[in-house]
């Protein structure tokens, strides 16, 4: 988390961080990404889920899914239709977790990491 607040002051308003609370208990913690230039080409600017992780202990109990719809609640009022997150790939790996929101593959790679989108026109 240090790591993520550090990027988040270097990369200014592109980085959205949020701890999550359960009444008075942080259970998780959150970074988004707001309108990045993707491939640094000037034309493909996204935004989406860029850091996610969940207390062991309060995993399983729709953290995550509160996590992900507050970041498609942001993406939305700012006009975006699409959020996008990557993940390592592996079966222990949040891909699960992502499919069953409604995340597919857009077929990318980044990084190593593979590449989903959630389309929030139907995504509620
Ligand atoms: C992946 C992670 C964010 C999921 O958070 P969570 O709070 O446990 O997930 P939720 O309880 O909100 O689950 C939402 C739904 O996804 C399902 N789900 C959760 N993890 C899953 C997995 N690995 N595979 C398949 N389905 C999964 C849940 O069963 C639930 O389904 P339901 O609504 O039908 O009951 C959390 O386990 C975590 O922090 N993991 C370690 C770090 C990590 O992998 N972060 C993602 C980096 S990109």
Do not use: C, H
């Amino acid at each position: 988390m240090v790591k993520s607040l550090a990027e988040a002051y270097a990369y200014g308003e592109v980085a959205w961080p949020r701890l999550i609370f359960d009444g008075d208990r942080p259970v998780g913690f959150l970074m988004a990404f707001l309108n990045i230039d993707w491939d640094g080409k000037g034309v493909d600017f996204r935004s989406g889920l860029w850091r996610l992780n969940v207390v062991a202990d309060a995993q399983g109990r729709g953290v995550g899914r509160f996590a992900v719809e507050s970041v498609a609640a942001e993406v939305r009022r700012r006009g975006e239709t699409r959020m996008y997150v990557t993940w390592e790939p592996g079966k222990d790996g949040p891909e699960g977790f992502y499919r069953k929101l409604g995340f597919r593959l857009t077929g990318e790679v980044s990084g190593g990491e593979t590449v989903g989108v959630l389309d929030l026109t139907s995504f509620s």
